[in-house]
């Protein structure tokens, strides 16, 4: 089990034997508690209180399981939930904990299901931190991404048998990384044993470095040669790379004729990678290469909900069609817009309408502002024909 670390100092130890609030039993004459459900509702209301953007649904699922030695030991589902736990949940839910039962108590997140043998990895061996909104059930489909998406699925059911390698490509914020790691995390729910090593192109890049100058290339070719899957986000950065991209096509050699998944996203197809070797471009294009593009206004709003169901968060239909309209180029402002808008109703009385979402996007303009004049029209056109 993986247990993060929380602050269990001995003075906090001598309050643990106590019941944390009214509601918490004492057990016999050990320092367990069984944790009790009223107060842990009340920690959880007081996070979602202070924190509204770190709420997700899942919360509700959470187990918290016992209060030892000053510390309340929570279970999650899955690696993921941990991770996010770990890495944004201790601090909040700690200092929630405190208020509510009034004792120097802290929070640690711990699950039952990592992975024993395989799992998701990075360059350095560690298991990498997915994050759990990173999944096929948060991702919407529409136009834009029906064929990277339904690929991407594909090849979780089926690592290196369905499209092999997948690329994946569109521009900043589309949902690649998305894609990544929701193929990462469905693999492993159905096969925990399998291997993926999962790293960013500057990474595998930086390792390449690293073994050539420590003489270590045996270590780093048997690290990127003996895995299940390799998922390599961001590609384009091998560009002009001549001899990581050497590296990495014998790299792709090796797992391809192994029949081992190799995932691959960029910011462009292959072929438009300046500087990439004509025969990575050609292996590359053995498999399937799906573009995802710019969300349609009906995806738009289809996220926005999707987002804030994700979230626990209610936002009336005219404010996502109001945020669907107004921020149209990349999926992640529309997350950021989600953010901002929960932000500023905390600051207010907690309701979420048009004009606090107005007020949010920086929207103050007057309708007299807004107009649009010829002058508008003659700048926008002649600045996008470069005329
Ligand atoms: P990229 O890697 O292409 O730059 P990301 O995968 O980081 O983009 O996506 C940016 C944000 O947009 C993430 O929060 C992601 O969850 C969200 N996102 C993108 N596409 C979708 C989609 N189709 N459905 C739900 N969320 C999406
Ligand atoms: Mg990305």
Not at 5 to 12: I, Y
Not at 23 to 33: C, P
Not at 57 to 64: E, G, K, R, Y
Not at 153 to 159: C, R, T
Request: charged share 20%; hydrophobic share 35%; net charge neutral.
């Amino acid at each position: 089990m993986l247990t993060t670390h929380s602050p269990a100092s001995p003075r906090e130890a001598g309050t643990a034997g106590k019941p944390a609030g009214p509601a918490t039993r004492r057990s016999n004459a050990s320092t367990e508690t069984s944790f009790d459900p009223t107060t842990w509702a009340r920690i959880l209301q007081n996070v979602r209180l202070n924190h509204p953007s770190l709420n997700r649904v899942w919360f509700d699922q959470m187990s918290p399981r016992q209060l030892t030695n000053g510390v309340i030991q929570v279970t999650v589902a899955t690696p993921a939930q941990l991770n996010f736990c770990q890495s944004q949940c201790q601090q909040p839910f700690t200092a929630a904990a405190q208020t509510v039962t009034g004792r120097l108590v802290a929070v640690s997140f711990h699950c039952d299901n990592l992975p024993r043998s395989g799992g998701v990895f990075n360059e350095g061996d560690q298991p990498l931190p997915l994050n759990p909104d990173y999944t096929f059930e948060n991702f919407v489909t529409g136009p834009c991404n029906r064929l990277p998406h339904a690929a991407a699925v594909a090849v979780a059911e089926q690592p290196g048998k369905a499209y092999n390698p997948l690329f994946i490509h569109g521009g900043v914020g589309l949902g690649k990384t998305h894609l990544l790691q929701a193929v990462s995390q469905k693999v492993l729910e159905r096969q925990a044993s399998l291997r993926i090593l999962y790293l960013s192109c500057d990474a595998f890049i930086n390792q390449f470095i690293n073994a050539v100058e420590t003489g270590e290339m045996n270590t780093f070719r048997h690290r990127y040669r003996d895995v299940d899957l390799l998922i390599i986000d961001d590609i384009h950065f091998l560009s002009g790379r001549d001899r990581t991209q050497e590296e990495f096509f014998h790299t792709f050699n090796t797992l391809y004729q192994g029949h081992k998944q190799i995932i691959l996203s960029a910011d462009c197809p292959p072929s438009e990678i300046p500087e990439l070797e004509e025969r990575l471009v050609s292996r590359v294009n053995w498999g399937l290469v799906a573009r995802i593009d710019k969300p349609c206004y009906e995806t738009r709003v289809a996220i926005l909900q999707k987002k804030a169901k994700v979230r626990g968060l209610t936002l009336p239909d005219d404010v996502i069609c109001y945020v669907a309209a107004k921020v149209a180029n990349n999926t992640r402002e529309l997350e950021g817009a989600v953010t901002k808008i929960q932000g500023m109703a905390m600051l207010q009385n907690g309701t979420i309408d048009l004009d606090l979402a107005k007020a949010a996007l920086g929207d103050t303009a007057t309708p007299e502002q807004r107009r649009i004049t010829i002058q508008n029209i003659l700048d926008v056109v002649t600045k996008y024909y470069n005329v």
